[in-house]
């Protein structure tokens, strides 16, 4: 969902699945995989600051994307800390 891309994609191969190519982008390369068309709303941002709180979001949600889609379900992140955590990120943008 966040990055637009469908597992299946032709870009990933053998050794290339989209939770690893997710998980090797996560802190530096967010803007890289995120969909663009979630950024458009903040395109006019000209200060950084909401850009910047926006980059700390998606990472966070990606986080919680790669926890969640691991192999074994041993190792999944458990759905209440999921919710703990969308609930920050919710946090960070009052209405």
Known sequence: MLTGK???DNMFCENL???KFCKMKISE????IVDSRFLIPFAE???GI????IR???VMFARIGVACSEEFPAHRMLI???IVKLNEIKSKFPC
Do not use: A, F, M, W
């Open 50 to 53: 909401v850009e910047n709180k």
């Open 45 to 47: 941002d000209r200060t």
């Open 56 to 58: 700390n979001c998606l």
């Open 29 to 32: 390369g967010i803007l890289e």
């Open 80 to 82: 209440k800390d999921v």
């Open 6 to 8: 469908r597992p299946t």
């Open 17 to 19: 699945s989209l939770h």
